[in-house]
């Protein structure tokens, strides 16, 4: 039996309200047409009058919960009204023991290098909802640098390599007259003495500066280079977020412009991380409408954070129009995200034996 629920306000929905709003939202997420009182009559177990859901359905409008487009058509859920179905009334359930087993088999030879496990994960979701798949990794402590190598292509091109101790990579090519055996000998101490062991965060600008002061007179030949490993290290971030199905995305948005708002939005990773972070420990959404980035206003974003190391914590959701199939889609973010939290779990176990 539905017991009254604190609606918008903090006002209690009786349980004919609840199951009028949980109708309304089951049957639009359904068909994406508003729906009337008729609609209702059909829809509901031991429906009253068309007149009685009517006004029902006008006070949930009043609530804020259901929206009417105009005035001769049915009614719409809104933000508010998604939050309270998913939040209380939605009917909680399992994904299919088939979904399960697919998501194992994915999972199963991981490699629990920090660099792949998002790309891997969003790909995995993506390709299970079909939906727009995001995932990252934050580091709960800055990387700190482990090696720089160069590596010689050609006469005159080197390959910069930069490598962190936990395990991530970043490279780039440029193109350089030469070293004399000299000025490579005051790189490689510079290096040893200056960069290596040093933190992310450690090596801002003003430190490079500093750097560069050092170098005497092999200024000329080392400032391209610091220069470029100055670039390099400033790509390594705590956060990388990374998004899998855009294809997905322009579907959903129905215009390139705004697929390309989120994907923009997306790439610039603090406000995505900041909704993310607002989701807690279990799986939940989060409606563009409620948030002040503009770019989500018609989306949803449901995610579920995955720990299980003390280095990392992770996030991985989708992001969909806000009319999708949360009972179908929740269970499965949250299934990966436990198994996510059970690999990493073993995983640090493994490195502590």
Avoid: W
């Avoid at 006008?58 to 049915?74: D, K, R, V």
């Avoid at 490689?188 to 290596?196: S, T």
Wanted: glycine share 8%; with cysteine.
């Amino acid at each position: 039996m539905l017991k009254p629920k604190k609606g918008s306000e903090g006002m209690e929905l009786t349980p004919r309200k609840q199951a009028v709003l949980k109708a309304v939202i089951k049957a639009y997420i359904e068909n994406g047409e508003p729906i009337g009182s008729k609609n209702l009559v059909a829809l509901l177990e031991n429906a009253p009058s068309s007149a009685t859901l009517r006004n029902e359905m006008s006070e949930l409008c009043e609530l804020g919960l259901l929206h009417q487009p105009h005035t001769s058509a049915g009614r719409v859920p809104t933000s508010r009204g998604y939050s309270l179905y998913v939040n209380s009334l939605m009917n909680k359930a399992e994904i299919p023991e088939s979904e399960k087993k697919a998501i194992d088999e994915a999972l199963e030879s991981l490699n629990c290098e920090p660099e792949g496990i998002p790309n891997t994960v969003a790909q995995l979701l993506s390709k299970l909802t079909g939906l727009p798949a995001i995932a990252c990794l934050i580091t709960e402590r800055q990387p700190k640098i482990k090696r720089i190598e160069l590596l010689p292509i050609g006469r005159s091109s080197v390959m910069l390599l930069v490598i962190t101790d936990d395990g991530r990579t970043r490279n780039r090519i440029f193109r350089h007259g030469g070293f004399t055996d000299e000025s490579k000998n005051c790189f490689e101490e510079l290096i040893e003495k200056r960069i290596k062991g040093k933190t992310i965060a450690e090596l801002n600008k003003a430190y490079f500066q500093s750097i560069i002061a050092e170098c005497g007179i092999y200024i000329l030949e080392l400032m391209p280079l610091l220069t470029a490993v100055f670039e390099t290290v400033s790509e390594i971030e705590n956060t990388d977020v990374t998004l899998r199905g855009e294809n997905a995305l322009y579907n959903i948005c129905g215009d390139e412009n705004t697929a390309r708002r989120i994907t923009s939005l997306i790439k610039r990773r603090d406000p995505i991380i900041s909704i993310l972070e607002g989701i807690g420990d279990n799986v939940g959404a989060v409606f563009g409408a409620d948030t002040v980035y503009s770019e989500l206003a018609g989306e949803t974003v449901i995610a579920a954070k995955f720990s299980g190391s003390d280095k990392y914590k992770g996030y991985v959701g989708v992001i969909g129009p806000n009319r999708m199939s949360y009972e179908q889609i929740m269970p499965c973010v949250h299934y990966i995200s436990k198994r996510m939290t059970e690999i990493m779990t073993e995983a640090q176990k493994d490195m502590e034996d």
